[in-house]
């Protein structure tokens, strides 16, 4: 038990060090999506809901559990659509006429 | 209930890949061109997460995780298909759904094993309620901020931050007692409620033009109560998806406080704008000098190199795609027009660029403070539209001045500077901006749609002569 928190620990403190690293490169050009992205990706919290609603342990958990599956899954599906909207606005001029 | 029997490690091998995909997904953002790819990667890792999750031994009953799932998609579309002036409180309300979802399954599970865990997972359990209700809350008032439903200026009250603070501090206390004594199925309402009261407080003093670097702030405590419950679940796919999370929004909102030349502290309980009362008496009524679209089309055609530089004025004036074809007919006479984007710019960070890009304007001619600021003095025309505290040279010469001190985009050092503008009244912070009384400065006032059309027209009229 008391490993296993220590290697969450160094997993939460390696990804921290990775997230500063590769989002500190991302150009201000992008940090609108980035936003958008990155909140989709945080909506892999919709895992721990699926297993808690899964579970059906009790009616509040389930009740609970179901109403965050449905606000996961909208940042989710309105997360990533609205990113690849934006990105793909994005065009360079160089490809066209000089 | 289920017919399949997937051993644990490949659930637990579908969590690795979506980690390292969702890592990919984000180094593949550097770039404009490899960017989609970027989304590619992480919704690829999504779905393996999802699907490696739904497979699980220890999930029974699939009905209602089904119809979550239908019904946040559902929601989900119509949330990704806003419009592009709206994304900024689209992405506040993104965060108020994803805090939600976090506070929800740590209440969830405080009661169904908040007795049986260690002191520690207690403790963490109880930060993951407390960042996730708090940033439910202050998410949703920045939702409505942005969205004009609630007012914009500050508002404050004498000793509000002592307030505000206290507040916070009976929800942290309340919290360590239910670690030290647990058991205390009540006092946990609490742990939830009083966070969903100081998030609403938090956000009621901060005006409009901080909200940029509040949404990162929030988006930076959403990750950090998502990684919270990665912790309580020993999930170390959400800790790392958290974690990153938490670092851009962290790395950004500091971007961002520094772009504004503002500590945290200042921005979080500064209240900006609401007293503007220094050397207004001393203020004389100074001339400004004005033309008209002909006279600013006759201009720009004899420049050889121009800079735009938009704020949200021009977003709200819609005036993007006049300021497209004011690009082409410029472009097109072999003038060089490029675009100098401050970070502040627009509701939130990159928003600007979004908004241009939207327009079809080159992602390469959309530039950088740091990257325009050394072309100023080699430009010909500088064209201010929708813009304001941006510009305002007193950031760099006025030590009395509210903004002293930060970074802005030196349209002043070009030759000629053009200002299209509704009046003479100033901007969002409400500073009187000195660049308007300059002798190379040509006020135009007008409507920013309105007014870039005009001198659309007149370039255009010109080119039949």
């Known amino acids: 038990m008391k490993l296993d928190l220590m290697t969450d620990l160094y997993v939460f403190m390696l990804a921290a060090f990775i997230g500063f690293e590769v989002i500190r490169r991302i150009s201000p050009l992008l940090h609108t999506p980035l936003m958008s992205l990155t909140n989709a990706l945080d909506a892999i919290a919709v895992v721990g809901a699926i297993l808690l609603v899964g579970a059906h342990k009790s009616t509040l958990s389930t009740v609970l559990g179901t109403i965050a599956i449905v606000a996961a899954t909208s940042n989710v599906v309105g997360g990533f659509l609205i990113t690849d909207r934006m990105l793909k606005m994005f065009k360079s001029s160089r490809p066209q006429k000089p | ?465």
């Open chain 2, 1 to 465: 209930m289920n017919w399949m029997h997937v051993p644990q490690y490949i659930i637990e091998l579908t969590y690795l890949a979506a980690t390292a995909l969702f890592i990919l997904s984000l180094k593949l953002m550097s770039a404009p061109t490899t960017a989609r790819h970027g989304v590619w990667a992480g919704e690829i890792g999504m779905v393996l997460a999802i699907a490696g999750t739904l497979l699980n031994h220890g999930i029974v009953d699939y009905k209602w995780i089904a119809i979550a799932l239908v019904l946040g998609s559902i929601i989900g579309v119509p949330l990704g298909m806003v419009q592009m002036t709206a994304v900024p409180q689209r992405t506040a309300l993104s965060h108020a759904f994803g805090a939600l979802c976090v506070t929800l399954v740590g209440t969830s599970e405080f009661y169904l094993r908040g007795t049986e865990v260690s002191r520690f997972t207690l403790s963490v359990l109880c930060m993951e309620v407390i960042l996730g209700s708090l940033t439910f809350t202050g998410s949703l008032m920045a939702a409505g901020k942005l969205q004009e439903v609630l007012p914009q200026r500050p508002i404050t009250f004498k000793g509000q931050n002592i307030v505000n603070l206290s507040v916070l501090a009976v929800a942290v206390g309340l919290a360590a007692y239910v670690v030290i004594h647990p058991g205390h199925p009540h006092v946990f309402l609490f742990i939830v409620g009083i966070p969903l009261l100081f998030g609403v407080l938090m956000i009621v003093p901060i005006g409009g033009a901080d909200m940029p670097t509040v949404i990162y702030l929030l988006n930076s405590y959403a990750g950090l109560s998502a990684a919270a419950m990665g912790f309580v679940l020993d999930s170390k796919l959400l800790i790392v998806a958290g974690a990153l999370d938490g670092a851009s929004g962290f790395i950004l909102s500091l971007n961002m406080s520094k772009a504004m030349n503002r500590s945290f502290t200042n921005v979080l309980f500064g209240a900006f704008g609401q007293e503007q009362t220094t050397s207004a008496g001393a203020q004389e009524i100074r001339n400004v000098r004005s033309a008209t679209a002909e006279e600013a089309a006759a201009i720009l055609s004899a420049a050889s190199k121009v800079v735009i530089v938009p704020g949200y004025g021009l977003a709200v004036a819609q005036a993007q795609h006049k300021v497209r074809e004011l690009y082409d007919a410029l472009t097109k006479r072999g003038v060089d027009v490029k675009f100098g984007i401050h970070p502040v710019a627009g509701r939130m960070p990159g928003h600007m660029n979004v908004l241009l890009a939207e327009a079809d304007i080159p992602y390469d001619k959309l530039l950088d403070l740091d990257e325009i600021n050394g072309d100023f003095p080699q430009t010909d025309v500088a064209l201010v539209i929708g813009a304001n505290d941006v510009t305002n040279p007193a950031a760099r010469s006025d030590p009395g001045s509210p903004i002293y001190g930060m970074p802005i985009l030196d349209v002043d050092k070009a030759r000629a500077v053009m200002v299209i503008k509704r009046g003479m009244s100033p901007g969002f912070a409400g500073i009187d901006n000195p660049l308007y009384y300059l002798d190379q400065t040509l006020m135009l006032f007008g409507d920013a749609k309105a007014f870039v059309g005009a001198i659309v027209r007149e370039l255009a009229g010109g080119a039949q002569d």
